[in-house]
């Protein structure tokens, strides 16, 4: 099947500093990609869409100056924490699919620790 | 409505047993249906999924059940191992193309 690779698989960082997670689809094209955010326990919630090519589209209450999205080719997409704190700590999973999405396959996650 | 509801929230299941695992949902536009199996620091992985032109979808020891009256699909999961402990997720995909998942059920079987 598709693979789709993420990293870091894990992050600690300082508060205040600025931490960057790439998304990779491996073996297809991916005009389409999403950044989940899942803290312990719970279910995954959509952060937002990355479209290559133009802005990304953020769920209601993400706010997209901290969260910022880059998917500047059809293989890569980046989320970048900015300014993280404690509270950003979380799982953060991206996802991509092939034609119309039917199957979209994800990333391994990335644990973020901020202290 | 865009919210799936899933249950139970935790499971315990035999060995050989039949894990039986049921969401709900309320949107009619949802077309496609998948489930995903998820292991502790991993990401979901994709295990079967419908469309709600399908009651019953098998593979291997995985089988979906759909029932678009009751807007409720099920995933069952035969002669359950132990390597099938993991937490499951269904989800529902609206015309955005974007999942929303259920809350998760977290399934344990026991030798």
């Known amino acids: 099947g598709a693979v789709v690779s993420q990293h870091p698989s894990w992050v600690i960082c300082k508060s205040g500093t600025s931490v960057k997670i790439e998304c990779r689809s491996l073996?297809?094209?991916?005009?389409?990609m999403f950044w989940y955010r899942q803290f312990p326990k719970q279910s995954l919630m959509l952060m937002a869409t990355?479209?290559?090519?133009?802005?990304?589209?953020?769920e209601q209450g993400v706010e997209k100056d901290k969260f910022l999205i880059n998917h500047a080719s059809l293989t890569l997409s980046t989320l970048t924490v900015t300014s993280a704190h404690p509270e950003d700590s979380s799982f953060y999973i991206c996802?991509?699919?092939?034609?119309?999405?039917?199957?979209?396959?994800f990333g391994s996650g990335t644990q973020l620790s901020v202290l | 409505q865009q919210q799936v509801k899933q249950s139970p929230q935790s499971l315990i299941v035999q060995k050989g047993g039949i894990s039986i695992i049921n969401c709900a949902y309320e949107?009619?536009?949802?077309?496609?249906f998948p489930w995903y199996q998820q292991f502790p620091g991993k990401g979901p992985a994709l295990l079967i999924a419908i469309r709600p032109d399908v009651s019953e979808k098998k593979e291997g020891r995985f089988t979906i059940s759909f029932n678009k009256s009751a807007k409720q699909f099920s995933l069952h999961i035969m002669d359950s191992q132990p390597g099938d402990s993991a937490t499951y997720f269904c989800?529902?995909?609206?015309?955005?193309?974007?999942?929303?998942f259920g809350t998760g059920t977290r399934l344990t079987i026991i030798p």
């Open positions: 996802s991509a699919g092939g034609v119309g999405n039917e199957k979209l396959f």
């Open positions: 989800a529902a995909r609206g015309g955005n193309e974007k999942l929303t």
């Open positions: 990355s479209n290559e090519g133009s802005k990304a589209t953020y």
């Open positions: 073996d297809f094209q991916a005009t389409t």
């Open positions: 949107n009619t536009a949802f077309d496609y």
